[in-house]
DNA sequence: ATCAATGGTGTTAACGCTATCATCGCACAC
DNA sequence: GTGTGCGATGATAGCGTTAACACCATTGAT
């Protein structure tokens, strides 16, 4: 093959090699594994490279060894201020190890996230992380028969694809809801986006019919306005719809802390007050959740440890050591009652228990 | 070389090729180029590559047709709504063209931002996104020698390596604090996270002292808590330690919406009015700047313009077009003035200018 | 003196793909 | 019948790296 060689062809290691007046596999080995190459040629080895600015070409080097070095995470989104927490969680561990993360943002679209998974497997990635779950067969199928370590977060499936650290999004939604029956409210509302890209806040949603349900509550007072993610202004047209509809409403529980200021915003405008007229559950616990006058409610998600947990496992099923903790865990939750539910911030726990 | 089998080898294109009777360059050219192949030989090719599940490995392809396909984005958080709303314009339409997305995300650390820097190069990426500048030399010099379009953001740089889309940063300090000298405040602070690696945040800090000592006010009242990336903790303390110091204080200019809302809160705490004792700026206009009470004057940036803009560039300088408006636009911003400097909602653009 | 072990280095053959060129019909014109 | 052009496919040679093994001095033990 004649390719003419171009305007700016890279450094190779065949230049280092022939700078340092060695081979080229020398060069290699000095860059991997330098215990095995005498310090004087390790020495002209790393100052012809230095001097070349060297930086070796990782595609070759995979092909090679087969071994990407690295790992890919599929999320939703990254305008989610929790994912962004566990891809950091992800991040900074597989980092230790000596790999590097390849993010997959789908936008919450189903399409891009086919898409995605096929060119995230397509870079060979030594194991993939899943944030909450594949949405379509085809993907399912793709991943399932692709032979590659998966851990799913932030969700607990009955029939776990492979590894699993997570917790309940239905669990959430019930104990939500049952602390707010817990106050003495009566007409609880759930105001999320029920999209079909957003099985978790279904999940919840779920949950918190439940709780109404064992309670012998009503359980009409709903709307999904927006779809995922949910935006701030989602909550303020939600909250005007259904304060419109449901003025009797006395609790609204939210899908996310975006939705639940939009609330409050409404509710301030139109002088309904909170917590006294209608308490107001987030989800989340966003930076600002507890800086919001009132402060926010939410649940708080072990979102940081949740990558670096599913961190640990990969590096461990990867290196065949028995999976770290355990293959599946469930890292539970914490509803933090603020002020917009009339309390003085205490904290409720709800944590793991296997499936 | 024998590599014995290992458990779970992955489909090739032979595999593909094999099972649809073609040569291996067919498979190649019915998945890259399917108008050079004959529709019979077409769909065999693809129903054998839909029944194998085959992924071709981007790694091989990219190695091969030395062209990566991807492009690389150095950022210094992913914590930060407005860089990342310039990756979702960076990625958005790189994808429309054909391109990926790797993003690197440096956690405003100088040796994470080397470390990274070698790791993208490493990827061959076909042109390379700074978000605000890098911040040692030798990352400097490693990219001024590899052969790589570069479009820096988010600032304004005097001698731009390549390409730059961004604004002013000290431009945006220069004019916070004039408008708030328009409105009649003289004793105005600064609240930011000066480090050494916040360079922006140290410009929009000159900016605001250039406009005190040109308007002959007193340029003393500043302090530096905490470090990038912002948090509303930071505000919080640094208004209390500023409130402490400097009573007389009447307004303040942050280095981040994030920070100015703690800074509402310490003022909320201490019953210090907004703005009728404190006029309070801050910068970013974070989603939730418009819905706080009081709504937060605050600086919008193009961020997702800025991200479209950049990846036009490239995907015009890789096809060797002119690139698209021109290698450096200067984007503005504005300044959003909100009831906490005692405004309803007006708006004031400052926009292009070529440097 | 002979052999085995050892440490350092080089040689070779892949890894899975694509660029390039060669080949092979086949139609059409003269 | 020969040539020309064209559309479709195959053969070959890499891309830049690493795994595996071969090799060659040393060294130390026998």
């Given at each position: 093959?004649?390719?003419?060689?171009?305007?700016?062809?890279?450094?190779?290691?065949?230049?280092?090699?022939?700078?340092?007046?060695?081979?080229?596999?020398?060069?290699?080995?000095?860059?991997?594994?330098?215990?095995?190459?005498?310090?004087?040629?390790?020495?002209?080895?790393?100052?012809?490279?230095?001097?070349?600015?060297?930086?070796?070409?990782?595609?070759?080097?995979?092909?090679?060894?087969?071994?990407?070095?690295?790992?890919?995470?599929?999320?939703?989104?990254?305008?989610?201020?929790?994912?962004?927490?566990?891809?950091?969680?992800l991040s900074d561990t597989l980092r230790d190890n000596g790999y590097h993360l390849?993010?997959?943002?789908?936008?919450?679209?189903?399409?891009?996230?086919?898409?995605?998974?096929?060119?995230?497997?397509?870079?060979?990635?030594?194991?993939?992380?899943?944030?909450?779950?594949?949405?379509?067969?085809?993907?399912?199928?793709?991943?399932?028969?692709?032979?590659?370590?998966?851990?799913?977060?932030?969700?607990?499936?009955?029939?776990?694809?492979?590894?699993?650290?997570?917790?309940?999004?239905?669990?959430?939604?019930?104990?939500?809801?049952?602390?707010?029956?817990?106050?003495?409210?009566?007409?609880?509302?759930?105001?999320?986006?029920?999209?079909?890209?957003?099985?978790?806040?279904?999940?919840?949603?779920?949950?918190?019919?439940?709780?109404?349900?064992?309670?012998?509550?009503?359980?009409?007072?709903?709307?999904?306005?927006?779809?995922?993610?949910?935006?701030?202004?989602?909550?303020?047209?939600?909250?005007?719809?259904?304060?419109?509809?449901?003025?009797?409403?006395?609790?609204?529980?939210?899908?996310?802390?975006?939705?639940?200021?939009?609330?409050?915003?409404?509710?301030?405008?139109?002088?309904?007050?909170?917590?006294?007229?209608?308490?107001?559950?987030?989800?989340?616990?966003?930076?600002?959740?507890?800086?919001?006058?009132?402060?926010?409610?939410?649940?708080?998600?072990?979102?940081?440890?949740?990558?670096?947990?599913?961190a640990?496992?990969?590096?461990?099923?990867?290196?065949?050591?028995?999976?770290?903790?355990?293959?599946?865990?469930?890292?539970?939750?914490?509803?933090?009652?603020?002020?917009?539910?009339?309390?003085?911030?205490?904290?409720?726990?709800?944590?793991?228990?296997?499936?």
């Open positions: 093959m004649s390719r003419k060689a171009s305007k700016a062809r890279s450094i190779t290691s065949r230049d280092v090699a022939e700078l340092a007046g060695v081979s080229l596999m020398t060069v290699s080995r000095t860059l991997r594994t330098p215990e095995l190459v005498s310090p004087a040629t390790r020495k002209r080895v790393e100052s012809a490279a230095r001097k070349l600015n060297y930086v070796p070409d990782l595609a070759a080097g995979s092909l090679s060894s087969q071994r990407s070095g690295h790992v890919a995470v599929l999320l939703p989104s990254l305008r989610h201020a929790g994912f962004l927490r566990t891809v950091d969680g390849l993010i997959g943002d789908c936008y919450y679209s189903v399409d891009q996230q086919l898409e995605l998974l096929r060119m995230l497997l397509g870079r060979r990635p030594e194991a993939i992380v899943l944030i909450s779950g594949l949405d379509s067969p085809a993907a399912q199928d793709l991943l399932a028969r692709a032979a590659v370590p998966v851990v799913e977060t932030w969700h607990w499936p009955d029939d776990p694809h492979n590894m699993v650290v997570g917790f309940s999004q239905f669990d959430v939604g019930r104990a939500m809801t049952d602390s707010l029956i817990e106050k003495g409210h009566t007409r609880i509302g759930f105001l999320g986006a029920l999209g079909p890209f957003d099985p978790n806040g279904e999940q919840r949603r779920q949950g918190h019919l439940a709780a109404l349900r064992s309670a012998g509550l009503r359980d009409d007072i709903q709307s999904s306005v927006g779809k995922a993610p949910m935006e701030i202004e989602d909550g303020v047209k939600g909250a005007s719809w259904l304060l419109e509809h449901f003025p009797e409403m006395d609790a609204l529980a939210c899908a996310s802390d975006m939705t639940a200021l939009g609330v409050l915003h409404e509710c301030r405008r139109r002088g309904c007050a909170v917590p006294e007229q209608l308490a107001i559950a987030g989800f989340g616990d966003f930076d600002f959740a507890q800086y919001l006058q009132p402060s926010l409610t939410s649940v708080r998600l072990p979102s940081y440890r949740i990558g670096q947990l599913a640990q496992l990969i590096v461990a099923t990867i290196s065949g050591e028995a999976p770290s903790p355990a293959p599946h865990c469930n890292l539970g939750f914490e509803i933090i009652h603020r002020q917009s539910t009339g309390n003085h911030d205490s904290l409720l726990s709800y944590s793991s228990s296997a499936p």
